[in-house]
Structure formats: C-alpha cells, structure tokens
C-alpha cells in the first residue's frame, strides 16, 4: 500500500513530462518543417557603380587606390566602374579615335592615363572584379564630335527632331536600326573585351531607344521593305513597338557571340528597368535577351523611396523567372547630389532583396554611399560592414 501510493504521486508527473515531450518533439517537427534554418549565404553580388560624374574618384590614380582600398574594406567584391559616357570612352581606344577623333574624354586629369586599367589592377589585387559599364549605350550628347561628324546615324522622331532632354541636358541616340551604327557600338565592346583583363562588361538602361525614335529614313525604308507598309505615325502601336523591339534583339543576339568568341569568361551584364517600363518606352525587350541567353546577370535598377513599389518590382513574374535562370540582383539608389536616400530605406531595401533570395545588390552609386546623406560618414560606413560583415565571393554564371 505505501508503494502504490508513492506511485499514485509520481505517475501524474511522469504522465505530464512525456506528455511535454511528444508536444514539443511534434512541435519542433512542425516547426522546422515550415521554417527551415537559416543557412548561411555561399555567394553574392555586392556591386558598387563608379561614375565620372559628382565624383572625383576616377580623376587621380590615388583616389582610384583609395577607393578600391576602401570597398576592399566594406566587402565589396565587385565594381561597375563607366567607360562610356559623355560622348567619349574613358579610357584610350583606337575605335573611337578613328571615329570622331577623341582617343579617350580630353578632361586633363584624364590625359595620358588608362583609368580602366588602372581600376582593374587596383581592384583585381583585392580580389574584386571589375565589369566595365558601357553607360551611355546609343546615346550621346547632341554637341559630341560624333553626333556633329555622324549626323545621319542619328535617330528621328515622326517630325524630324532628334533632340532628346534628359534633365537640363540635351541628348541624341544613334538610331540602333543602322549598319554603321551597330558596326561602331560593337567594334567599341570588342575592342574592351580584348584589351583589357576585365570579368566582363555591362549594359543598362541606354541600350536600347525611346520608343518616339525610330523614323528615320533608313529606318523606315527597312520596315515598309518587311511590312509592305509605312509604320504607324502612334510611335507606342503594338507592332511598330514589336518590329523595332525584335530588331534590337537581333543586335544583341550578336552582340554577345561576338563578345563570347573573344572571351568566352567576359560576363555579359544588364541593368534595365523593369520591363513593364523598358519595353514600350524604350525597346529594350531585356526578357527576350534573358529567355535565349544573351545576358547572363541582371541587376535590375529598383529605384523607389515607397518600399511597397519597391517590393512590388521585386514580385513581378518575369523577376521572378529570371532570377531562378540567371544571377539576378538588385540595383539600390544610395543617393545623388541633390537627393540624399536615408539609410534606413537603404537597409528596408536590402532586407526585402535578401528575404527574396536574389542574387546580391549593386548601389548607385559609389560617392553617395557616404556623401550628402543626413548620416555622417562613419555612420553610413558602419551600415555597409553590417551589410556585408564579411567576405564573400560574387555568383558564378
């Protein structure tokens, strides 16, 4: 009798404590079979643009070390550094030479000096690749040596005009429809690729032509040849959008062979719009170019202050089609001269891009990552390292 009362006592407890651990043995099962544990990222993109525009970087071969010194110490492992923009290639190239009579920008500073490889030594001993940034694309300044010397390569509006305003400024595209055009646009990109020990070369937003373009004689002459018919005079009609669309993708088809067969390592990159805008504003039809393997790296520009805009080009089908095909990445405004970005946008972005597993994020661009921000310096540089706490190499194509 007193053993089974000491039973009676101690079975209840015994009953409560394997009761609690089948609850917690199907809770935990539950649990991790909703929620994986977090793993620890492998790789990715941690991108950084270098201008010659609001920034001095480019302007002495120290600043260049200092830079490159400095995203070694942030961890970054990847630069987009321009090397055409304003008219003139960056560096010296015999194509553009030959073309309109510049070998590189005139700017003093730049005189007598390679950036491009200069950049490329710096950053290639840190062990951070350097993807040149063809940045102005068909595009160019309306007063450049090559829209006054090539004046029939430039690309009309129904009514004959070719000025494009971009802010203050007046621009000018070469029309992407004419032979001559594609042969100089490509003899520029292979010349890079096979001058320089560059991880590959990057397109973006200027690759392609607003859609008010197109109706230049050539071109014109082109369509009526295949439609049998003269294009429409609505510049945004579905066909005439299409045709001048497919003929870009034409280029770019060709584009990448050529740059594959001088180096088939060279990463060929984009960073469009999103598509719902890059298409019919600009021809770029950036999908196509992903579906049938002309670009192997995306970051696509995402810049938005309302972070339900943003993540709203972050859900959109072919975002996400892309990213489980090629690296695809995210391009984060860190600011501009006359518009600072707050860190905590910068870090509720980064949060969002990481939650979706992309690939990585580029910023834009390098200055703004620590100027004209209501932080200060430091504060925005303690952000970046909690960004990326330590190294990690960029995706692999």
């Known amino acids: 009798m007193i053993k089974l009362r000491k039973w009676q006592r101690i079975l209840p407890l015994i009953l409560v404590f394997t009761i609690a651990l089948i609850s917690t043995a199907i809770f935990s099962s539950r649990v991790s079979a909703q929620t994986p544990p977090k793993t620890p990222i492998k790789t990715e993109l941690r991108g950084i643009w270098l201008t010659n525009i609001d920034s001095d970087v480019i302007f002495s071969s120290k600043n260049i070390t200092d830079a490159v010194n400095r995203l070694d110490k942030l961890n970054f492992n990847t630069i987009y550094p321009t090397v055409w923009q304003g008219g003139y290639t960056i560096h010296p190239s015999a194509v553009a030479k030959r073309v309109f009579g510049y070998l590189n920008d005139p700017t003093p500073a730049l005189?007598?000096?390679?950036?491009?490889?200069?950049?490329?030594?710096?950053?290639?001993?840190?062990?951070?690749?350097?993807?040149?940034?063809?940045?102005?694309?068909?595009?160019?300044?309306?007063?450049?040596?090559?829209?006054?010397?090539?004046?029939?390569?430039?690309?009309?509006?129904?009514?004959?005009?070719?000025?494009?305003?971009?802010?203050?400024?007046?621009?000018?595209?070469?029309?992407?429809?004419?032979?001559?055009?594609?042969?100089?646009?490509?003899?520029?990109?292979?010349?890079?690729?096979?001058?320089y020990d560059l991880d590959g070369i990057q397109f973006d937003d200027h690759f392609g032509l607003p859609s008010e373009f197109g109706y230049e004689a050539l071109t014109v002459l082109m369509y009526q040849k295949f439609i049998k018919q003269p294009p429409s005079d609505d510049a945004?009609?579905?066909?005439?959008?299409?045709?001048?669309?497919?003929r870009i993708n034409d280029f770019m088809a060709r584009l990448f062979t050529a740059i594959k067969a001088r180096k088939q390592k060279c990463i060929v990159s984009l960073s469009p719009n999103p598509l719902h805008f890059a298409l019919p504003a600009h021809l770029q039809d950036w999908f196509t170019w992903e579906r049938r393997g002309y670009i192997e790296e995306i970051i696509l520009q995402v810049y938005r202050s309302d972070i339900k805009r943003f993540n709203q080009e972050l859900e959109r089908e072919e975002v996400k089609l892309a990213k489980v095909h090629i690296p695809t990445a995210i391009g984060i405004l860190t600011g501009l001269r006359n518009k600072s970005v707050l860190l905590k946008q910068i870090q509720e972005q980064m949060q969002e891009v990481r939650k979706r597993n992309f690939a990585g994020v580029s910023f834009f661009f390098y200055e703004s990552l620590s100027s004209w921000a209501k932080e200060t310096p430091q504060e925005r540089d303690s952000a970046m390292r909690n960004f990326f706490p330590t190294k990690i190499p960029r995706p692999s194509v």
């Open 111 to 195: 005189k007598g000096r390679d950036v491009l490889k200069e950049i490329i030594t710096e950053a290639h001993k840190k062990g951070i690749a350097v993807i040149p940034w063809f940045e102005f694309g068909f595009m160019a300044p309306a007063d450049s040596e090559l829209a006054r010397l090539h004046s029939d390569w430039l690309a009309r509006r129904r009514d004959g005009s070719t000025i494009w305003k971009e802010g203050t400024h007046d621009r000018v595209w070469l029309s992407p429809f004419h032979p001559e055009v594609q042969k100089f646009i490509q003899e520029l990109v292979v010349e890079l690729v096979e001058n």
């Open 236 to 246: 945004r009609e579905t066909f005439w959008i299409r045709w001048r669309a497919d």
